[in-house]
């Protein structure tokens, strides 16, 4: 019998040594250790042994089964990784095959350079106010300085609807507005459509978008203006960017300053963006003038303020490199696809 | 503004490089817009005489040129026409460098030698204007004055470089050199030398010649001066030249001493032929209605009581600050003239300019307010250049009228007023020294400054904070940071949050936002089928709108975004998916003013569907938690398709539209058949949006669902079967969704069979069949009872 054991482990071991598949091996199993499976077998001729060597013998068999079974795990868990492996392989697909996009849409490069303003202005503790595109000649000219005869007003060509209604040229309205019906400290700003009477080329557009800053607070000095401005100009155009002002004239502010940012192709060296200048005009900006505050019934010796004013249109056409204003009004999905809906500098 | 070098230098000594004085007047608020050099890289053109002409022996349309250039004389070969013998030209020598990269090197025409060319104008570089009466086509002929041999630039004097200037409003007195010298001193710290003003009278008196009076309010100072025997004629060529380059044409040189003064000083001067003038008297009065006056310019002017005229004791001889008149102008017949140097309110001119369309070099400086001074600074330089080209006798005295001499501005000088404004820390001494380069007195005893006459903008402290600046460099001010007491939290209100959310919530569903004009034509609204009576034809009228296209604000966005579409379709785009968030305009007639609303407006066309914009629309309202939304079905709209559009309702009142566009309107617009446009005013979205979110638990107990498919008549709407199936489904119901709808060969015809998933779920206990059942029994008995569904 114990000829029968030994026998039967070789036979085992080697019948393992050559099963490459699952059910061969259950078969394997079962011819050993089931019902009629020949360990069983000599199980149960234990009975014919001599009761003192039963449990020797018992203990004998108890090696051989833990052994073999034991043999059987082992090939059991090398076969199912190899099925594993086989199979996954068999599932192997062309990942360079495309993936489903979502088609999400975009958002319009005005509203992507829009909202970065907003943002930086945001952070710096600006609200947003609003007013109407059909403006009076009041809020329009007559607060900010300039009254009817003034000679600045041949600066901005107006759209009129009767004498004393205008299409806002600007959106200063908005702060004379804002000044009038809220005390200061005052920090907001002004986003919207304005109109000029040009007619539509690559550059002009009767209708464009302007933002406007106001600050009016008590000791609001032209070193707290200069230092908004480098910061918004480097929140929007770039970290590395340098600002510079050039004394101008506006009626609403005194002293007034174009500003100039240096050129976001080139850096500053000069190309053909910024026509070899380092610098692309973008802003005016001053210190609000004393009539002004004055109108709004905000006392010019208590208080100080500035203002600044960014075009969008040619902040969004500098920013994403569009050559023709154009583009911005048509909303050719072509065109539209390139943007995101948000942008970063 | 343009001013020469040369003309510069005469006040201010220059020893910079152009670009650094250019940078120098931007930086210090005087922008140089432009720098011209006239014939810039033109070289080895020479002022050529041609000898003598012969006929090509080999090209009937060549000729041989043998041109005298001073040193030699040399045969060129040329096709030209307009040339004869006699004539000077410019010639290019060889090695020459001409306009347009083109460089002259020796060729042979037809086998004869060419040692040059003979040049126009165009091959210069020059303009048109830059030249008089010469073909554009042909050989530039010069005068035949010029020295043979010189270069081009020398003989014409070409070679002063000009720089244009943006002047800003408030800046009048740099509409002249003698301002723009006056900044470069400034800046340069350089000393400005004024001109030398010198001129002799004989004994005739001014006074005897004319008599001015002034009875307009609006002309604050009229000096008049009275030159006799005068000689008109051509202006010597420097006058000429040096006008010239500023782009002045010369007239005579009466005329061209009036223009130069007021380039040079910026006050504009008229000279009038005095025996021209009835009865020797120049009154300065408002027009009276119906008088004409004949301008300079050849056109006969209608005159209104609001203009200012000068006239003689009968009539209009010039419009006041504008322009002078024809009958009294200085010709060569002129023997005694009166020149004209006045004050004029400039507001007054503006106006005046304006009636007239008439907007001059003089009417330009006017409007921007002179000072009463520069009167005689102008005439002071008009006697003096008469005197220096000697060209008639100045009378003795002046008719200089005028009410009072204004009182000079004092302010008070403040300097750490003006250091807490700009927040810079410049010493008093440094602000004083600032204020003496730019010609203020100083008084002493009550701490004033004086601005200079011409000065009349600076006006307060932070005016003369702005000067300050601008001497230190605005760009030498130390940036800080805004600090404030009160703390500014910056936000968006409510309202600009669910705006942004609606644009996000548009993009997530894959629309692409459109920026559209205001305006519309009328005819827009005609071609969308807008009823007469309707609301949108209440339009804000532009009064000078850039065409008929843009002439009213738009009442509707549907218009725009159709536009948009229209483009796209033409373009061959195979689909698109545009929204804006802009306003609309109405007029509104009781208050006499207009009302802006702000809307979302969606369009779309491509492989879309109804339901696809239904579904943005949907999207919107759920994402902003808005509830109590239904869409009915609207047959009579005109802009769209009768069967396909709907209200959108808001607790049962109307506050949008969606729709398929009406095949019409979809054509007029150059969109595809099937568009789809959808419109909600923006306010809908504002005052509904719920922004609160509040966890609810997770369901502790199962659900249970069943499917049904219902075999019902085809003008059933689903949202009667969904009203049933939420009425009857009692307590434990949760949700319904149609998730199938059926036409075709295995239903009748006439007939839909509509599939519903039903889910059921109580919070307290997990469901039996029976109580789901029973739900399910009295929903379908419902249906059937209703509807006269059948089960499928």
């Known amino acids: ?345 | 503004m343009k001013v020469s070098m040369s003309w510069l230098k005469e006040f201010v000594d220059l020893d910079i490089s152009v670009e650094k004085l250019s940078e120098g007047f931007t930086l210090s608020g005087t922008k140089v817009e432009s720098v011209i050099r006239p014939m810039e890289g033109i070289t080895g053109v020479l002022v050529g005489k041609i000898v003598e002409i012969e006929p090509h022996p080999h090209a009937d349309k060549l000729k041989i040129c043998r041109v005298d250039i001073g040193s030699e004389i040399l045969c060129i070969v040329t096709g030209a026409k307009n040339i004869s013998e006699q004539d000077v030209v410019p010639v290019a020598t060889i090695g020459a460098n001409l306009a347009e990269h083109v460089r002259i090197e020796k060729t042979s025409l037809r086998g004869v030698e060419s040692f040059g060319m003979l040049c126009s104008y165009v091959e210069l570089g020059l303009q048109k204007e830059d030249v008089e009466d010469a073909d554009e086509n042909g050989i530039w002929i010069l005068p035949t004055n010029l020295k043979l041999g010189l270069t081009i630039q020398e003989a014409l004097h070409l070679t002063d470089v000009v720089l244009e200037f943006e002047i800003t409003p408030n800046r009048a007195d740099c509409l002249s050199v003698e301002g723009i010298a006056r900044e470069a001193s400034v800046f340069l710290k350089k000393a400005f030398k004024p001109k030398a003003i010198t001129y002799r009278e004989t004994k005739e008196k001014t006074a005897d010649y004319v008599h001015v009076s002034i009875q307009d309010t609006t002309c604050s100072r009229y000096l008049g001066r009275v030159v006799k025997n005068v000689k008109v004629g051509e202006s010597p060529l420097w006058l000429k030249q040096k006008l010239k380059s500023v782009g002045i044409r010369s007239i005579n040189n009466i005329v061209d001493i009036t223009n130069y003064v007021c380039h040079e000083v910026g006050q504009p001067m008229h000279a009038f032929d005095l025996q021209k003038l009835e009865g020797s008297e120049i009154i300065v009065r408002k027009a009276k209605e119906g008088e004409v006056l004949e301008t300079l310019d050849e056109k006969v002017r209608d005159l209104n009581a609001t203009m200012t005229v000068i006239a003689d004791a009968k009539k209009p001889v010039a419009l006041a600050g504008v322009m002078g008149g024809q009958a009294t102008k200085v010709t060569e017949e002129t023997k005694t003239i009166l020149f004209e140097a006045a004050c004029f309110n400039g507001a007054s001119i503006r106006t005046t300019a304006k009636q007239v369309a008439l907007r001059t070099d003089s009417s330009a400086r006017f409007e921007k307010g002179l000072p009463f001074e520069n009167v005689q600074a102008g005439m002071d330089l008009a006697l003096t250049l008469v005197e220096m080209l000697g060209v008639g006798e100045i009378c003795e005295g002046a008719c200089d009228v005028f009410e009072k001499t204004p009182a000079r501005r004092e302010i008070s000088f403040e300097p750490e007023k003006i250091n807490a404004f700009l927040g810079t820390q410049i010493s008093e001494q440094m602000m004083r020294t600032m204020f003496e380069g730019l010609a203020f007195q100083w008084n002493e005893a009550s701490k004033t400054l004086i601005p200079p006459y011409f000065r009349r903008d600076v006006q307060n402290m932070q005016d003369l904070a702005e000067e300050v600046a601008r001497c230190f460099d605005y760009n030498n001010i130390e940036p800080t940071l805004l600090s404030g007491k009160t703390s500014m939290q910056g936000r968006r209100t409510k309202e600009q949050k669910i705006a942004q959310m609606v644009k996000q919530i548009m993009i997530s569903c894959g629309m692409m936002e459109a920026y559209t004009y205001s305006f519309m034509s009328e005819k827009v609204l005609d071609k969308l089928r807008i009823p007469q009576n309707s609301v949108l034809r209440n339009v804000v009228q532009i009064q000078n709108p850039l065409g008929e296209d843009f002439r009213y604000m738009r009442t509707t966005t549907l218009a725009s975004i159709l536009g948009s579409l229209g483009v796209n379709f033409s373009r061959r785009n195979l689909s698109a998916k545009l929204f804006e968030c802009a306003r609309v305009y109405r007029a509104n007639e009781h208050e006499n003013n207009s009302i802006e609303e702000e809307m979302l407006t969606i369009g779309m066309y491509g492989e879309v569907d109804f339901y696809d914009l239904k579904g943005v629309v949907e999207t919107v309202f759920t994402r902003l938690h808005i509830k109590n939304v239904a869409f009915l079905p609207e047959t009579n709209n005109p802009t769209y398709h009768p069967g396909r559009c709907a209200k959108v309702l808001m607790d049962n009142r109307e506050v949008g539209t969606i729709g398929q566009v009406h095949p019409e309107v979809a054509k007029d617009f150059s969109c595809p058949e099937k568009t789809y446009l959808a419109t909600i005013p923006m306010q809908v979205f504002y005052q509904h949006a719920n922004l609160e979110q509040n966890s609810q638990p997770l369901p502790k107990y199962p659900a249970m669902s069943r499917d049904i498919a219902l075999l019902l008549k085809e003008d059933i709407w689903v949202k009667q079967i969904e009203t049933i199936i939420l009425e009857k489904g009692t307590e434990i119901l949760e949700h319904c969704e149609l998730f199938d709808v059926y036409r075709g060969d295995q239903v009748a015809k006439g007939m839909k069979s509509v599939a519903y998933k039903i889910t059921f779920r109580s919070q307290e206990r997990t469901l039996t069949d029976e109580e789901v059942n029973h739900a399910m029994n009295r929903m379908i008995e419902a249906l059937k009872m209703e509807l006269g569904a059948e089960l499928r």
């Open chain 1, 1 to 345: 019998m114990r000829e029968q054991l030994n026998q039967l482990q070789v036979t085992v071991e080697e019948k393992l040594s050559k099963i490459t598949q699952m059910q061969d091996l259950e078969n394997l199993r079962v011819h050993v250790f089931g019902k009629k499976g020949e360990l069983t077998a000599i199980l149960r001729s234990m009975g014919s042994l001599p009761a003192d060597e039963r449990p020797v013998f018992g203990q004998m068999v108890n090696e051989v089964r833990n052994k073999l079974e034991g043999f059987i795990d082992r090939v059991k868990e090398e076969l199912t990784q190899k099925m594993q492996e086989e199979k996954l392989k068999r599932e192997t697909i062309d990942i360079t095959m495309p993936g489903r996009q979502i088609k999400m849409g975009h958002s319009h490069p005005l509203s992507i350079v829009l909202d970065e303003m907003i943002e930086t202005f945001i952070g710096m503790g600006y609200t947003i106010a609003d007013g109407p595109e059909i403006e009076t000649d009041y809020f329009n000219f007559e607060a900010l300085n300039m009254p009817k005869t003034h000679p600045a007003r041949d600066m901005q060509d107006t759209f009129y609807v009767d004498d004393n209604t205008v299409l806002r040229t600007q959106t200063s309205p908005v702060q004379i507005r804002t000044m009038q019906k809220q005390k200061p400290p005052i920090r907001i700003i002004c986003p919207g459509r304005v109109y000029r009477s040009d007619e539509v080329d690559a550059t002009h557009s009767p209708i464009f978008h302007q933002v406007e800053a106001l600050v009016i607070d008590k000791g609001v000095t032209m070193g707290d203006l200069i230092g908004t401005l480098k910061t918004f100009a480097k929140a929007i155009f770039g970290d590395k960017t340098e600002i510079r002002l050039r004394p101008h004239h506006f009626p609403y502010t005194e002293p007034s300053a174009e500003v100039d940012v240096s050129c976001w192709v080139c850096g500053g060296g000069g190309c053909r963006v910024c026509k070899s200048e380092g610098f692309i005009e973008i802003l005016g900006a001053g210190m609000v003038h004393p009539k002004v505050l004055e109108t709004c019934g905000i006392d010019p010796a208590v208080y100080s303020g500035f203002a600044f004013g960014i075009g969008l249109e040619r902040t969004a056409m500098g920013r994403f490199n569009i050559d023709d204003m154009r583009l911005l009004y048509e909303n050719d999905v072509r065109f539209l696809k390139q943007f995101s809906f948000t942008g970063g500098k």
